[in-house]
């Protein structure tokens, strides 16, 4: 079982301006909430780590997992509200945020309520700003560093500055991940903005230093790149008419899990014993899913037989 760790809100997109305000689309969403379910339509069995409210956005998040089939044993409910991301999709489909998250429900995990995770975890994934808010953000870090010598540990940053603007934080935050996580998959974008101008198979080596045994890299249109101890491999991405990029992160990182998982890849033997043609082909594996999202309005992640 995979166990995803991280939040989960409403994506709330703007659509259009009207005579009285603004026509908006309210969609399930988080990039954490996102990988577990690109994970359960992939295949996978997968549970979700996070703090949902019993307002009508989490009642509507809680139906969302059982629909898609994700474990919801591990989801803490609270009376907080729910976290809002106001979206606006640019020219060329890129998604800019804005956060309405605080005192909301999935920043409401702290060590004391912590749920005791399943004895068929085998995988944990965390991600993005519940990393870095508190209480969640120290609750899931130490959680990462009693479980990394029992279970695999990933790590996507997913780093938002419109909810954390301070990039020392991301920083701190990002490298004591690193070193805790045996793979660790980062946008250009994310890697730019935490080290700008640093080159990126630098920053990739550093974290393999630190501990990580995968690194990859994703470049959106440019493709994507993935180091090893011994390897770096390069892909071109697969071409599609983007109608946006919501997701395709998430499912990148969904799928980069799936195709380790359906080759008994998923530990650190496994990770080191892949050889150049299967890094190779875990990137294709990985960027024919995403380009699938790209092809779709917001997060609707492919299945698996979308991708055979």
Known sequence: ???????????????????TGLRMDARIGGSP?????????????????????????????????????????????SDAPSTLSVVSVDAAGMPHYTFYGHGTADRAIHADNLPALPAEARVLQFGSYALVVEPTGSALRALAA?????????????????????LARWRQTVEAMAALAHIVKVSDEDLERLYPGSAPGEVARGWLAAGAHLVV????????????????????AVPVTVVDAVGAGDTF???LLTWLD??????????????????????????????????????????RAELD
């Open 217 to 236: 890299l994703t470049r959106g249109a440019q493709g994507s790149e993935a180091w090893t101890h011994r390897l770096h491999a390069t892909e071109a």
């Open 1 to 19: 079982m995979f166990v995803v760790c991280g939040e989960a809100l409403m994506d709330v997109y703007v659509l259009e301006a009207t005579a």
């Open 253 to 255: 990182q969904a799928a």
């Open 146 to 166: 009693r479980e990394r010598g029992r279970r695999l540990v990933a790590y996507d940053p997913n780093v938002r500055l419109n909810v954390e603007p301070d």
């Open 33 to 77: 909430f996102n990988v577990a379910v690109g994970l359960a339509r992939l295949g996978r069995r997968a549970a979700l780590l996070t703090g949902l409210s019993r307002d009508a956005a989490g009642e509507r998040l809680v139906q969302a997992l059982a629909a898609e089939g994700v474990d919801p044993r591990l989801v803490v409910r």
């Open 262 to 303: 359906e080759r008994g890849a998923l530990s650190t033997e496994g990770l080191a014993a892949l050889d150049a043609a299967g890094l190779a082909a875990l990137l294709r594996f990985a960027s024919r899913a995403a380009a699938i999202t790209c092809s779709r309005r917001g997060a609707d992640m492919p299945r």
